[in-house]
């Protein structure tokens, strides 16, 4: 059975998460939507699950992971569900719960940082919320930035060399792909907390060394960030004062 994942195909968004988990433990998979749309791709692939016109589970939006019979939605759900099949998730309960709530609170700084160009409306363009976005911006780099990078640094120094655990699971490369994205976003911002997360540093070059891990980054399967993603760069959400 291969897995078949929905996600938006010009975008990394919160796919990337699942991309990531499915490359690292060397998964054959289809980006359904980065098909052309006469073999079944396009937009109109997520658009018909939305539509309530394919079997199975209902899910409410992408990414969207087929699985034989199995239907998953939500991000860290289906992120967990491959790295428990294939080796990237810890073997007992309690460290399973462990990656689980990293994985959720990679999904929080991620939702943080979605709000910094949409702080008003997804339905409307950054452009028409682009005062509240510096607002919200402004707001961010002062009271979260440093608070979700000091606890993500706390926590993989009282754990060790991986956030949960002796080996790399899924928590790692969401932690990898999180801090990608913040550093894509708020470069400058970034790079005034850089000397406070040598543990974090040094945990995203292990995970970016793995084999397959560094195989997949520098592929064109990975799709660059850009500004219809989740983590936008805008320079004025980066560097107006505080
Ligand atoms: N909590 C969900 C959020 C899913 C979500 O918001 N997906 C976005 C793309 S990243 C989407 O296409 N949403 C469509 C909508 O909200 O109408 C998850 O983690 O998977």
Known sequence: ???????????????????????????PYTDVARLPAEEGGGAGAILSYRRGEQEGWLPFAPPILVHGEHVLAQMPVICRYVGERHGLAPADEAGRARAQQVLLTVCDITNDAHDLHHPVSVSAYYEEQREAAIRKATSFRAHRLGMWLTWLESALVREGDWMVGHEMSYADLAVMQVLDGLDYALPVAMASHRAGIPALTALRERVRAQEKVAAYLASERRIPFNEHGIFRHYPELDDAPT
């Open 1 to 27: 059975m291969t897995y078949k994942l929905y996600y938006w195909p010009t975008l990394q968004g919160r796919g990337e998460f699942v991309r990531l988990v499915l490359e690292a433990a060397g998964q």
